[in-house]
């Protein structure tokens, strides 16, 4: 049997094009199984579909492809899903969930309830999303011997510094333990849930543990000096944003 490595492996060494035929074929899966759920949740049955009911499960197989497409859900990397593969997965869904909506609003299937026009959509928002985070998971983490995790802290708690912490959380080999930021009125707030530091505490952070650091100014010099002052190694890493 192959072993979680194995398969992530194989997944990973697939060609392009083949991963996002099954990245489209799981999609497809994942929303016939809504659509059962939708119909099944609304009428109180196992739903055994019948008449013009196959009609919203025919809708289902291809009306979201378009919009999936047009939202890069099937450019992303799966192993750096985040807060912007979230954003495209909510409008892509969003917009075919109005669609096909109005399809059911227009057409008035027989033994069709309107309702499945808003349930089925929130359902596979709800699967294709989550399918996303676990694949993403399995993806960075189930490669065995993983470096040290390695504690990082960011020079900018601006935008640009969430956005790397954002990247940095999808990665096993970094833990984002806080950022530093020069206005007084970010301190000791928090960003994604990481402390924002007074720079002038910058020795202190560091020696509590983190030991790398991404500068998102330009003082990459002077926060270099900082960390050859205090790392045990005194070979600290600085990336210029």
């Given at each position: 049997m192959a072993s979680v490595f194995e398969i992530r492996t194989k997944l990973i060494s697939l060609p392009r094009r083949q991963k996002q035929l099954l990245a489209l074929f799981a999609d497809i899966v994942m929303s016939l199984v809504a659509m059962w759920l939708a119909f099944?949740?609304?009428l109180d049955v196992d739903h055994s579909p019948q008449g013009y009911e196959w009609v919203p499960y025919g809708l289902a197989t291809f009306l979201f492809v378009p919009f999936?497409?047009?939202f890069g859900l099937y450019r992303a990397i799966f192993r750096y899903s985040g807060?912007?593969?979230l954003a495209s997965v909510v409008s892509a869904v969003f917009l075919y969930g109005i669609i096909f909506s109005f399809i059911?609003?227009?057409a008035r299937f027989p033994g069709v309830p309107r309702s499945i026009g808003i349930l089925q959509p929130i359902l596979f928002f709800t699967?294709?999303?989550g399918s996303r985070v676990v694949a993403s998971q399995l993806l960075i983490r189930a490669a065995p011997g993983v470096a040290t995790v390695k504690n990082v802290l960011i020079y900018g708690a601006g935008q640009a510094g969430a956005q790397v912490c954002e990247a940095l959380a999808m990665t096993p080999e970094y833990r984002?333990?806080?950022f530093f930021d020069d206005d007084p009125a970010k301190h000791n707030w928090r960003v994604h849930g990481r402390p924002v530091i007074d720079p002038r505490r910058a020795a202190d952070?560091?020696?509590a543990g983190a030991k790398e650091f991404i500068p998102l100014p330009p003082e990459a010099e002077l926060i270099a000096a900082v960390l050859a002052?205090?790392?045990d190694d005194n070979r600290p890493m600085v990336v210029r944003d």
């Open positions: 099944s949740l609304r999936f497409i047009r807060a912007s593969s059911l609003f227009i699967l294709v999303f984002v333990r806080g952070a560091i020696r002052a205090v790392s």
